[in-house]
């Protein structure tokens, strides 16, 4: 992510989620309009924006290694998104090679803490993952569904499948893997409050300071309201227009006419 994470309530109720799911070692659902925050927030849940990169390179070790170790050790959670298309058979082998990734990263910062305290077995390191989160659950067919099923069922790995709204529904469809759900979660668009805290935060990224009693900045927010309906990545994806558009014709202030013209450059859908 190039810009910083803003903790948001929806991220902190996510958190909540994610925690109960692991540990009663279940199954949970995620599911939310396109664009809420759904991956931003399990991506950082994962610390997967600091560990992917370093599992891919998996060079020469080196001082930055401590750093990594004891973020996979927090986690110790797995966040994939499979392929379109993808087959059951790779999707497996995809998840069985990051657990086991950071299951070796875990096992080190275990290690550096104590020799007796870190897994006997390379073999084993797969058990320190507690957590799986799979993004754009609908690309699963029903065999990579029953694949994951019974996984858990062998090694109790708690799962969380992220999709769209109506995804709870068609898993009605695999009762064996439905009646192992234990929670599902609504990740809702931003509110009122919230939407005037994000807001808050882009504002002073810009070096500008929101006042929703200004009437000016009154009018911002209600432009910016309407367009992205407190949609987290329509407002990442409109503040670098916002920025664009005041350096290009060199103003100070962000009215609705600076919404608007931002707004014009994206393609925002309904």
């Not at 992220?162 to 759900?181: A, K, T, V, W």
Request: hydrophobic share 40%.
């Amino acid at each position: 992510m190039n810009q910083a994470f803003i903790v948001t309530k929806e991220h902190r109720r996510f958190t909540e989620f994610a925690n109960a799911v692991r540990k009663e070692k279940t199954i949970g659902i995620c599911h939310g309009a396109a664009g809420v925050g759904k991956t931003n927030s399990a991506r950082r849940y994962a610390n997967w924006d600091a560990l992917e990169p370093y599992i891919n390179e998996w060079g020469p070790r080196g001082d930055h290694d401590a750093k990594h170790y004891a973020l996979a050790n927090r986690s110790r959670t797995v966040f994939y998104t499979p392929e379109v298309l993808c087959r059951p058979k790779d999707l497996m082998h995809d998840i069985d090679h990051w657990q086991v990734k950071v299951g070796i990263c875990a096992d080190e910062h275990l290690r550096s803490l104590s020799p007796d305290a870190a897994t006997a077995k390379q073999s084993d390191v797969t058990r320190l993952v507690e957590l799986l989160i799979i993004d754009e659950a609908e690309r699963l067919t029903p065999t990579a569904l029953e694949l994951l099923r019974d996984q858990h069922d062998r090694t109790h790995l708690a799962m969380i499948l992220i999709g769209m709204p109506g995804i709870d529904e068609r898993f009605r469809h695999y009762p064996q893997l439905y009646s192992r759900l234990g929670f599902s979660h609504h990740y809702r668009a931003l509110g009122r409050e919230e939407l005037l805290f994000v807001l808050d935060r882009h504002w002073k990224r810009l070096g500008r300071t929101l006042d929703p009693d200004d009437f000016t900045d009154a009018q911002a927010i209600a432009a910016i309201e309407r367009i992205t309906r407190g949609n987290f990545r329509l407002l990442e994806r409109l503040f670098p227009q916002i920025n664009r558009v005041l350096k290009i014709n060199q103003l100070d202030t962000i009215t609705d006419d600076v919404v608007e013209a931002a707004a014009s450059i994206l393609v925002i859908g309904s």
